[in-house]
């Protein structure tokens, strides 16, 4: 068994990852931005192949294969063709550890029965409770069977991996208590930000009063409490500037811009397509702060954190979150725990809290720095080799020495 430890491999791990083509590269969901930047970084140590339903002509760092993965509600009846075609191809590549991405449960069904079959671990990235994207109020009778079948499995399966990792504490306390899972074996992982903290560009112009970066393309992001927002922003501070860095192309993005205009609020926009990280940075800084902004009720963001509150911090930006404080606990912990940033669901009173914040010039320039400060804490790189270290090494070295004992 010591020989194990002391070979090549062991610090050099084949790392296999499992995951649905909308949570990976060139996907621009924040899910895929997490998982891309760790297989990026993970393939500058180790060998990294990605197992997805598309081929992408997008990467260089890693290998990527195309396989039809289970992804729908229906695909369960797949399985049985599916499982023995994935375990040839994972035959193939020979992986030393797999690593799988929650909330899709039959990639971790598929993780699982290939971590049965290899004799490898797995570890599951968690970042939304079954309870938060399975519900069972208000949808088809067939969808709330399935739902139902769904979180039953995650039950099953889940308690059933080498090692989890998530993004917050709070995330981590959950898991540990629906699952019964060892604590640990829980390991956090913070979102993080790719995003450049240089000081280099931190004193450019700021032609901006706000900026919004990330996808518009779903009712979670809450566009119409946005537009509110905005409006009354307008009223006490009309020359207000506004940069969106965003993919308009979708329908919810027209349905922005069609609100804008009926607003009468275009003249007020600057609208950008949205880039690299490398390039994201100094597109921030132009402006004086950030927006975020989610909808009442988003259980799969209750004990979560995304990577757009990162991006502000790194880029020294303090965050102004159209957000209820009382249900999104871990932003409000970041935010307002930190004093980097204010919070109101209320899109009037956050308007005023807003042009407070931008009329006092001192308690923003404090802000700024305290924000920079915090968000080097959070470069991606960093957490990406803390993973690497303290999850993937770590679940190999317990794996095999509880499999020689």
């Known amino acids: 068994m010591r020989r194990y430890f002391d070979t090549k491999k062991m610090h050099n791990p084949k790392i296999l990852i499992l995951v649905e083509d909308r949570h990976f590269p060139p996907s621009k969901q924040a899910a895929a931005s997490r998982i891309g930047a760790f297989a990026k970084y993970w393939s500058r140590r180790s060998q990294v192949v990605v197992v997805t339903h598309q081929i992408s002509v997008f990467e260089s760092e890693y290998f990527r294969f195309s396989f039809p993965l289970a992804k729908k509600r229906w695909d369960f009846l797949k399985l049985p063709w599916i499982l023995p075609r994935l375990l040839k191809l994972a035959r193939q590549i020979k992986p030393d550890i797999i690593f799988v991405s929650f909330p899709f449960i039959w990639q971790a069904v598929e993780g699982c029965y290939l971590m049965k079959r290899l004799g490898c671990p797995l570890i599951l990235d968690i970042r939304d409770l079954p309870e938060a994207v399975l519900p069972l109020n208000k949808i088809p009778i067939l969808h709330y069977f399935m739902n139902l079948l769904q979180r039953v499995l995650a039950l099953i399966v889940i308690p059933k991996v080498s090692s989890i990792s998530t993004v917050t504490e709070w995330l981590k306390k959950e898991i540990q208590e629906k699952f019964k899972y060892d604590p640990k074996r829980i390991f956090v992982i913070r979102n993080g930000s790719e995003a450049s903290n240089s000081n280099k560009s931190s004193k450019r112009e700021k032609k901006f009063d706000l900026v919004y970066s990330g996808m518009l393309a779903s009712d979670a992001r809450n566009p119409r ?86 991006d502000y911090l790194m880029a020294g930006l303090p965050v102004v979150c159209l957000m209820d404080p009382s249900l999104y606990v871990e932003s409000r912990g970041l935010i307002l725990g930190n004093g980097v940033g204010i919070m109101d669901p209320d899109p009037e009173k956050l308007a005023e809290k807003t042009v407070r914040l931008l009329n006092d010039e001192k308690r923003l320039r404090e802000m700024s720095e305290k924000a920079r400060r915090l968000g080097r804490r959070f470069d991606r790189k960093k957490l990406a080799d803390d993973f690497y270290r303290d999850v993937i090494l770590t679940t190999i070295e317990r794996h095999y020495m509880h499999q020689a004992l």
């Open 225 to 310: 409490g946005i537009i509110d927002y905005i409006y009354e922003m307008v009223k006490i501070f009309p020359l207000l500037r506004v940069r969106v860095i965003s993919d308009l192309e979708t329908r919810q993005g027209r349905e922005f811009l069609e609100g804008l205009k009926l607003r009468g609020l275009t003249k007020n926009f600057e609208f950008e397509e949205m880039v690299p990280p490398k390039e994201l940075t100094g597109r921030l800084r132009s402006a004086k702060l950030g927006l975020n902004s989610l909808a009442y009720g988003l259980l799969a963001h209750k004990g979560a954190v995304g990577a757009k509150e990162y």
